[in-house]
């Protein structure tokens, strides 16, 4: 399967603890999204990278979201100290640079906060 | 500025008949206008996509509607199928391709 791959599926987890997600994007797409989607909403923009490099952060990652793609490759998602607010469908997506290129979307991490 | 308002929030058709979901957008920036469809537990998956400098894409039975000046787009699936129950996000993008999604259709199927 080449597609971008999401792990875990799901995850639940206490508050007060850490998390960290990963994604495996389509090999080739140099660019490299993470969204966050709550129940009967529309994904929101998390972050994207560029290779290994961080262009955007969205105002809504708090300073206790920390993204990562250390060798333009996969990326992780950590964060810490979860909150209940923190109970969301976390969303990877990868393309190519340029213009209008097609984003694909990952299966999803789910996570419960409890 | 950054938003895509979408409506209706749900919809229920008669198989055969018409789905029409309607987005609008307030950024001129945004130069590209996909629509994803989504199943319960699974990632949005693209459906169709269109670039303001075209009024109408159609593929299969999904038709995108663009309307530049009214800063409007629109999605129409033709004789709609039970296996097309799920919901439905517009999007919309500039540059960086980071996408703004609305707030999603579900849309119902009647068999």
């Known amino acids: 399967d080449t597609g971008v791959s999401q792990d875990p599926r799901h995850k639940i987890t206490k508050r007060g603890q850490n998390v960290t997600f990963r994604c495996d994007p389509i090999?080739?797409?140099?660019?490299l999204y993470w969204y966050r989607q709550t129940l009967g909403q529309g994904p929101e923009f998390l972050t994207y990278f560029q290779n290994e490099a961080q262009l955007e952060k969205s105002r809504l990652l708090s300073d206790r979201f920390s993204a990562e793609r250390p060798k333009g490759s996969f990326s992780t998602l950590e964060i810490q100290r979860t909150e209940q607010g923190d109970s969301a469908m976390y969303l990877c997506a990868s393309s190519l640079a340029g213009a209008n290129t097609e984003a694909f979307f990952g299966q999803g991490t789910r996570l419960t906060v409890v | 500025q950054q938003q895509v308002k979408q409506s209706p929030q749900s919809l229920i058709v008669q198989k055969g008949g018409i789905s029409i979901i309607n987005c609008a957008y307030e950024n001129t920036a945004f130069d590209y206008f996909p629509w994803y469809q989504q199943f319960p537990g699974k990632g949005p998956a693209l459906l169709i996509a269109i670039r303001p400098d075209v009024s109408e894409k159609k593929e299969g039975r999904f038709t995108i509607s663009f309307n530049k000046s009214a800063k409007q787009f629109s999605l129409h699936i033709m004789d709609s199928q039970p296996g097309d129950s799920a919901t439905y996000f517009c999007a919309a993008s500039g540059g960086a391709q980071k996408l703004v999604f609305g707030q999603g259709t579900r849309l119902t199927i009647n068999p």
């Open positions: 090999s080739e797409h140099n660019r």
